[in-house]
DNA sequence: CTGTTAGCGCATTCAG
DNA sequence: CTGAATGCGCTAACAG
């Protein structure tokens, strides 16, 4: 007993009037009469009778819908995004699609294709970190519009939306080096990523304009993986003169580096210290936080980029591929 | 220039075939020439044709996509039970709708509409805890299949996948009266919650069957927002006899109640402790976490009622709406 | 092996 | 004021 949902072909033909009439009775169409109109929607009502909206959007070629492609949906900075684009779209009647690359090259490109081949109006991608092809973007484009958030493909014909993280890690830098550190390692993204790369430069001029050797034994690239941080750390922390200081990709690789720490015996914020990027809201309660990190602001990147992506669908003719750097904001602690 | 895609209808205009052939040549039906198939490929490549998959789901009456309403996507618990479900739905080569509700009813229940009104194949529910009437629910049920997860309703004719908060409430009493505490808080959620009522069932059953008196002040309810929980904190604190363990609705909830504490100048773990829900993995990082927390295994939660929806959607002659309780895990730290 | 027809649910011409 | 016809993109039953 599959019940199959009302139609307004059933109605019709209840009633004994055509389809056309049943429609502009239900939209309330000027020219229908009273009469009919009142026994259209009576019937509507107790037949529970409700818009088949699919039929429309398909009609429309439009769908409503907002493809994501993102690495993790765990990671509090993405679903922190994520809930900002959630509440710009549906606020304009968009629902959203989302889907979790998990740093994957073949899931990021299946998810595209999937979104694409369904139908979605627009698509909003942060990259998976494995990402080194980039062709699966590029026969999205076209018809369909494509922003690109955080992770990002600098130069390209798309739009994209991140934070200037090399600004940000030469601010970071910089507090640390007045700080009176000088042996500050790095423990960076995969290569792959945009933002590896601006942090490092960051990371460089900072070094060179304070005048501070460049040491690149304390210059390391983590996949993200719990087990690679720890690789990298005990690596550093190893080194015959160790670092004062990590700056790590953000605020989760400090969390595990510092666990890594505690566990040979360091006192955090004592024995070692750490930067990151993000500022990740636990961060706030813990009882030895980074002494300094960055603010990203998710929540505004996301509805940056799904304001752009809007923009470029209901605007196609108007829309020029645009690229926004949100400025980040320094937090500092002790 | 809106780029439309292409369409099989231009490519048989082009070919001189009609619609039908140029369609199983690209399924590769087996009676079809293997030279007009070729051509076919060949056009379908060099025009970047790709399928209109909504057109197909159409005319099949399905989507192919799962509707989901839950309060907020940043809640660490949501955004695990949410990956959990993407997971087990994309695997079957379905997509997910998120839209949140960010517990208010009119949100919730305009989510459900949008999402019946556009089709989806089924729904998965937590339910804002501002949802005291659930007639939106009831419509909902027919023909779309819709499965309650963490949040539910209980005796309803939906299916529900929660844990056992009664259970798990009492544990955790029992594991600190063992400890010897006698004072012991409540600091429940908003009433509107079957997850209320169970705490408060387990947290009376355990005094009582420790004959621990039950002390109605220590019995409070919060509308889970920071301001509330600060509130009810301030005002268990300045009791006449004030707890020595204060039991929080979730973890979230206890480290804003341990702030509170803190400014007042309480040491935690010593002047006063926290027994909480959830076991949110930031908790693993805190200097001083609650004494003891249930893992309630959201991710696995996410699964096991995508897993259930699934099958009400491919197997609805069979499926019989279904309870599944999933046992807590106490995690004592200390 | 291939073409013709019908239809998914609806809005929208164009005719009355 | 209302009905008939058309089409969105595609598949499948029915004919050849």
């Not at 813990?286 to 505004?300: S, Y």
């Amino acid at each position: 007993m599959k019940s199959t949902s009302t139609t307004m072909k059933e109605m019709a033909k209840q009633l004994g009037v055509s389809v056309s009439t049943v429609s502009r009775a239900l939209q309330n169409h000027p020219r229908i009469g009273s009469r009919t109109r009142e026994r259209v929607h009576a019937l509507a009502e107790s037949l529970h009778y409700f818009v088949n909206n699919r039929a429309i959007n398909f009609k429309n070629k439009r769908s409503y819908n907002i493809g994501i492609v993102l690495p993790y949906l765990t990671e509090q900075f993405f679903s922190l995004a994520l809930s900002g684009i959630e509440e710009s779209v549906s606020a304009k009647g968009y629902r959203v699609l989302v889907m979790q690359s998990k740093d994957d090259y073949q899931r990021e490109s299946d998810a595209i294709t999937s979104l694409m081949k369904h139908g979605v109006d627009g698509i909003l991608v942060s990259m998976a970190s494995e990402t080194y092809n980039k062709k699966h973007f590029h026969h999205a484009n076209f018809p369909i519009p494509l922003v690109f958030f955080d992770r990002v493909i600098k130069h390209t014909p798309y739009s994209i939306v991140y934070a200037n993280m090399k600004d940000a890690a030469f601010q970071v830098m910089e507090y640390v080096i007045l700080k009176g550190y000088k042996k500050i390692a790095l423990l960076n993204g995969p290569n792959s990523l945009q933002a590896t790369e601006d942090r490092l430069k960051g990371y460089l001029e900072a070094l060179d304009q304070y005048q501070l050797p460049t040491n690149l034994e304390y210059i390391t690239n983590i996949n993200l993986t719990k087990e690679d941080t720890r690789l990298k750390v005990q690596y550093l922390l190893e080194l015959p003169s160790p670092p004062e200081v990590i700056l790590t990709f953000h605020d989760y690789i400090a969390l595990d580096a510092m666990q890594v720490c505690k566990e040979k015996g360091l006192k955090i914020n004592q024995d070692i210290f750490f930067a990151s990027f993000s500022n990740l809201s636990f961060c706030d309660y813990l009882d030895t936080p980074p002494i300094v990190t960055v603010e990203q602001f998710p929540f505004r990147m996301g509805q940056q980029a799904a304001s752009i992506l809007l923009n470029a669908i209901e605007s196609p003719d108007t829309y020029q591929p645009q690229e926004i750097v949100i400025p980040c904001k320094l937090i500092t602690r002790g």
